[in-house]
Nanobody
């Protein structure tokens, strides 16, 4: 059974940093593309970025240059490093195995002073 578990969310001040983790079981992450999404209150879920099987990364323009996706093959975990956080980054963040219906449960990120 495939299971994705996000962690690392929390409250951070504007300009701060957080690192989210997406740990997988039942699937080998190194053989999968993994995407991060977010959903702010009252808004549709939006794509944040993706790391491909070959570890190529792509990002939404709204986070490019501030967010970085990486993977640790040994830990079967994908990370979302978020820097220079803004209040508009406040959302629930989800990971997903690309092009599948396998999603994590989400982790809340709140950027506020």
């Amino acid at each position: 059974q495939v299971q994705l578990v996000e962690s690392g969310g929390g409250l951070v001040q504007p300009g701060g940093s957080l690192r989210l983790s997406c740990a997988a079981s039942g699937v080998i992450f190194s053989r999968s593309g993994v995407a991060w999404y977010r959903q702010a209150p009252g808004k549709q879920r939006e794509w944040v970025g993706t790391i491909s099987i070959g570890s190529t990364t792509n990002y939404s323009p709204s986070v490019s240059g501030r967010f970085t996706i990486s993977r640790d093959i040994a830990k079967n975990t994908v990370y979302l490093e978020m820097n220079s956080l803004k209040p508009e980054d406040t959302a629930v963040y989800y990971c997903r195995i690309a092009s599948t219906n396998y999603w994590g449960q989400g982790t809340q990120v709140t950027v506020s002073s």
